[in-house]
Structure formats: structure tokens, C-alpha cells
């Protein structure tokens, strides 16, 4: 069996009455209509003429972007050095964006810096990490996430890291991924 919906009127607010037919206006103050005409789902408040409902398309989750390289990388560099980067297309909206790698040290004296620069604005996209291995075979997890807004523009993401006491600093794992929220 199939059923087709031509038209349908649904009134919120209102006392019993008789059925109005869609597009007439509404008696009682703060009464509302929501109708359905085949076509398009409108909408009427305190009498107002019927005006098409529409709603934004879903936004999440779009853009997904990603860059990753799971080879370990070592350095003694005191500067910070790039392990991976991602560069967005020209891009409008609200971004979530998640890092992440793993790092370790020859020396438990000696620390690694680690954070996500972003390239284009010449600052850390969150909070620079700063960890100091308890034994020289330890890999430990780095991380962390936030919100940035784009207004047609692109933007370039870096995990970045270096060496800090004169010892080798080494990076795995490293990952990016930003996606739109709003």
C-alpha cells in the first residue's frame, strides 16, 4: 500500500474549533500553524501569512581533513622541527581540530617540547607540552583538540617538536584531522 500526504494542517495552541483551511489566518493570539502542502512544510504565527520553513543542511563532520606519518623521527635540534603538516583548502565555518603522536627520549634528564603550530597565524594552537620520559624505552601519548573559525580562507597546521637538555627526542604516530561543527 502506499500513502502520498497532499495536505496537512496542524494547529498549536488553539482551543478546539472548526478546521480552517490552509492559508487563513488564525483568530486568537498566540495560536500557530505548521502545514504541510505538498511540497513544502509553512508556517503561520497570530495570523501571519504562511512562510516557507526551512532549515540549514546538516554541517557536521564536512570538510574532513587529515595528514599523518606514522614513522619515528629523531632530532637533538633545540629548534622545533616539523614532523607533519596540513594545509586546508580555502574553507568557511566553525572547525574542530585533534592531534596527537607519540614521543620519546634517550635520556630521562632530557625533556621534548611538543605542540601544533599554526603556520599562517604564527601561534600554538593550544597548550605547548612539555614531557620528560621516567626510562629511555618509554613512548608517551601527546595530544590535543579545540575550535578554530575560517572565513574563506585556508589554514596550515604543524606538529611540531624538539629536543631540550642535549639529548635525541624521537616522534611517532603523528596526526591531524580537523572537521566542520558549524
Known amino acids: 500500500m502506499t500513502v502520498k500526504i497532499t495536505q496537512q494542517t496542524l494547529d498549536i495552541g488553539a482551543d ?7 492559508g487563513t489566518a488564525l483568530s486568537r493570539p498566540g495560536e500557530a500553524r505548521v502545514a504541510f502542502d505538498g511540497a513544502n512544510i509553512v508556517q503561520s504565527v497570530n495570523g501571519a501569512a504562511y512562510a516557507p520553513v526551512t ?3 546538516p554541517v557536521f563532520g564536512q570538510d574532513f581533513q587529515g595528514a599523518s606519518e606514522r614513522v619515528r623521527t629523531t632530532t637533538t635540534s633545540t629548534t622545533f622541527q616539523t614532523k607533519v603538516a596540513l594545509t586546508t583548502p580555502v574553507l568557511t565555518g566553525d572547525y574542530y581540530y585533534f592531534w596527537q603522536a607519540l614521543v620519546d627520549q634517550s635520556s630521562t ?11 599562517d597565524a604564527g601561534f600554538s594552537q593550544g597548550q605547548w607540552q612539555l614531557v620528560q620520559p621516567t626510562n629511555t624505552i618509554e613512548r608517551i601519548f601527546t595530544g590535543g583538540q579545540g575550535g578554530f573559525s575560517l572565513a ?15 639529548n635525541t627526542a624521537g616522534i611517532e604516530d603523528a596526526l591531524i584531522t580537523i572537521y566542520r561543527v558549524g
Open 152 to 166: 574563506a580562507s585556508s589554514v596550515t597546521f604543524e606538529i611540531q617538536w624538539r629536543a631540550l637538555g642535549g
Open 16 to 22: 478546539p474549533v472548526a478546521p480552517a483551511a490552509n
Open 55 to 57: 532549515t540549514a543542511a
Open 109 to 119: 634528564t632530557s625533556q621534548i617540547e611538543i605542540r601544533l603550530w599554526n603556520v
